[in-house]
């Protein structure tokens, strides 16, 4: 929706968990995306996932995470193939414990 109120021609979303979509033949029929948003469960992303995210050939990957731990464990796995080129923490639930971070990895 937001695509068509911006007249954005070039854009396409797929909303699911990537674990059950995202694979070589997704990329081969859909063609190598220029950004991943991704917003994983609290235990972090599916190995599968992580192993395709390195394969691979997107430029950028924003990661939204509502779990440091599991975040440091995918970003450590992730390392392989991308950089850590900025991390923001975001305290969304003031006087609690929990806090949301974004980071911003580019393909080495």
Known sequence: MNAKINGL???????????DIFSKEFIDKNGAPSIIITDPPRAGMHPSVV?????????????????????ANDLKALNEAYTIEKIQ????????????????????
């Open 9 to 19: 021609e070039n854009c396409q979303y797929f909303a699911a968990d990537l674990k």
């Open 51 to 71: 192993q395709e995210l390195c394969n691979s050939q997107c430029p950028t990957i924003v990661y939204v995470s509502c779990n440091p731990q599991t975040m």
């Open 89 to 108: 923490p975001v305290d969304m639930f003031p006087n609690t414990i929990h806090i949301e971070a974004i980071t911003l990895l580019k393909k080495k």
